[in-house]
């Protein structure tokens, strides 16, 4: 997949996509890695500040200097459609832009992408990742929802389609069967009797399970309500902070933290169960465990296979790319230090997203927005491992995804040949 991706790459641009778990973040990761370690200059860019976090870049609205505007009427308001030079020498300096989440990407923030592009006489490769039947793009109020693809920016920016199939967190033939299904928002009778025999009783212990929230106070109050009901005292981890740019505020700390789904305070107990949000070489994003010890630096965790491990803070950076003199540099903003661990008697699914996870309930009738049911069942490892509470209105009415984006999707694999869908 790595030779098809750098083979496409060397005459194209490039767009990555797939269903949950098919390698998307990895691959993108191999590449970004390959090209780096050949010493060209990389952007790893997102729509918004969580998903360019997740990456480790930036936003493209901070890049490609756009401020606060959101179609090219608002940017030359702004008197922003003619940037500073040393925006376009940024721009012109990089060999690879890597944008990630394309499905977050409006029609006019990816023509305002493009204008910098011409602009800045780019002339490099791009590479959009992303799924559109997954997070379409935000919106203010009830403004109609434009993707990426339906602006003619698309069709000029020349991408090849790398479409990943499988799941690397499951290997059940008939769960891929419904998860496909549900993705696709086609449900016939054998997806709906699918659905209804993961509809199970909830074990009279809650601790042992994940209830999957659409609401962030829905998770928050759960897992208080829990953590109170363990025996032991509740210790607070702080988060650490760094801040290498003295222009940074704290306003831009709190947003950052948030960005990042880091609390100033982890709440913890001795004997809590905890979900990793990280990959390691003796853990991954969405394992489960129980605290063991708790100390200043170290967390002691035994995983549900029995197994105990060392847990020690991880850093989340905020970088800029920055022109000075003759080449461009990635700085340091600020750098928050927190153990890599969540409680994990509730989570959203919106965290939920890069997860692979075992022994947890999805509360369906916390489900609003389109493709947010697919993403949350998508998290498992396992058909046996996820318990379904039972929607009040029915499985029709909660699997639906974006006419648009549907329509888009399949005439796009109806496009590619049997050695493009792999």
Not at 60 to 75: C, M, P, R, T, W
Not at 283 to 296: D, Q, V
Request: charged share 25%; proline share 3%.
């Amino acid at each position: 997949m790595v030779e098809n991706a750098l083979k496409i790459l060397e005459t194209s641009n490039l767009f990555i996509t797939g269903g949950a778990g098919s390698g998307k973040t990895t691959l993108t990761r191999t590449l970004i890695d390959h090209y780096a370690a050949q010493g060209k200059q990389i952007a790893r860019l997102a729509s918004t500040g969580m998903a360019a976090t997740l990456i480790g870049g930036q936003t493209l609205h901070s890049f490609f200097d756009l401020g606060i505007a959101n179609s090219q009427e608002e940017l030359e308001r702004n008197g922003k459609l003619e940037p500073a030079k040393k925006v376009l020498k940024l721009i012109r300096s990089m060999q690879i832009i890597v944008i990630d989440e394309i499905s977050m990407v409006s029609a006019p923030l990816l023509d305002m992408i493009r204008l910098r592009l011409l602009q800045s006489e780019f002339s490099g490769r791009l590479i959009v990742v992303g799924d559109f039947l997954q997070l379409p793009p935000v919106t203010r109020g009830n403004e109609p929802i434009y993707f990426a693809f339906e602006s003619p920016s698309w069709q000029r920016m020349g991408f090849e389609t790398l479409h990943l199939e499988g799941s690397y967190r499951t290997h059940e033939a008939d769960f891929l069967t419904l998860l496909e299904k549900v993705r696709h928002a086609r449900l016939d009778e054998k997806a709906h009797d699918a659905l209804e025999a993961l509809v199970k009783p909830l074990s009279d212990d809650l601790s042992t399970m994940t209830l999957l929230f659409g609401k962030n106070i829905s998770a928050q109050n759960h897992n208080r309500a829990q953590l109170e009901h363990l025996v032991g005292e509740i210790i607070e981890v702080e988060t650490y902070v760094t801040i290498h740019d003295k222009k940074m505020q704290e306003r831009d700390v709190e947003r950052f933290m948030s960005e990042s789904r880091l609390e100033a305070t982890l709440a913890l107990k001795v004997g809590a169960p905890i979900l990793f949000t990280r990959n390691a070489w003796n853990y991954y994003n969405g394992e489960r465990g129980r605290i063991t010890s708790i100390e200043e630096e170290v967390i002691w965790v035994k995983k549900a296979d029995g197994v105990s491990v060392k847990v020690e803070r991880v850093d989340t950076v905020k970088t800029r790319w920055v022109e000075k003199g003759t080449s461009a540099t990635e700085e340091k903003l600020i750098t928050l230090s927190q153990f890599p661990l969540t409680l994990a008697f509730a989570i959203t699914i919106h965290k939920s997203q890069g997860m692979s996870l075992a022994d947890y309930v999805i509360e369906t009738n916390e489900i609003f927005a389109p493709s947010q049911f697919y993403v949350a069942l998508s998290r498992s490892v396992s058909a046996h491992r996820v318990t379904l509470i039972r929607p009040n209105r029915g499985w029709a009415k909660l699997c639906f995804v974006h006419p648009k984006a549907k329509g888009f999707m399949v005439g796009t694999l109806s496009e590619l040949s049997p050695d493009e869908l792999r």
